[in-house]
């Protein structure tokens, strides 16, 4: 079976952005993995950090549930996503336990450090996937496996110095969309502190308006997921794009983002 995997910073940021092409791929028949690097211990004012991460944890695994996805623990706690030797070595781990040949993961441009960290532990763990010499946590055998990354839209389609990410292919998330937004509802602590922190009216809202964005920026659909496809170099042998072949119609390449590249 072809396995993907979404792995994002926080807990709800894989249903901001990249619920729907999950779902997609689970429609075509793909097994679909879901890991939050960090447990969101840092996202409430109200509760205590051991309260907040055992209710988000359950949260985490409810939006699982409800994306039909395997949930993976997460590694590290909310502003402790560093690039840095121990938490590599347990990514690591997870990508050879799954053996995913898609990851979904964040934008290398974003608002904030823990989501490019996240970028930047993903494509290194990627990249050792095939290499014996490095050590995992646990030890696992390196596997030998083509594996293409994707990455998502930073939050507000913006870099953190606020301009705009131009995507390279538009999922069409329409058809997934409630599901998605259900995915999202699951992360109850998520509406208060949102509301509080970042002047969001609802983030059910703010989810629905976004993937409206992408979807008028792909000029074809009504929601959609925006990606930038990462270089194939050390990943893959041959460049393929498995999401467009997965999903076909409703992957759509940006031809304008292509013709930049050069
Ligand atoms: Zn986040």
Known sequence: MKVAIAIGAHPDDIEFGMAGTLLMLRRAGWEIHYLNVANGSCGSRQHSAAKLVAMRRREARAAARVLGGHWHPSLVTDLEILYELKTLRRLAAVLRAVKPTIILTQSPEDYMEDHTNTCRLVVTAAFSLGMANFRTVPVRPAIDVEVTLYHALPHGLRDGLRRRIVPGAFVNTTPVHATKLAALAEHKSQQDWLDVSQGMNSYLKTMDAMSR??????????????????????????????????????????????????
Do not use: I, M, Q
């Open 213 to 262: 964005e992408v979807g008028r920026l792909s000029r074809r659909f009504t929601h959609a997921e925006g990606w930038r496809r990462h270089s194939h170099l050390g990943f893959s042998a041959s460049g393929t794009d498995p999401l467009r072949s997965a999903l076909g119609k409703d992957c759509l390449v940006n031809r304008r983002y292509e013709a930049s590249l050069g």
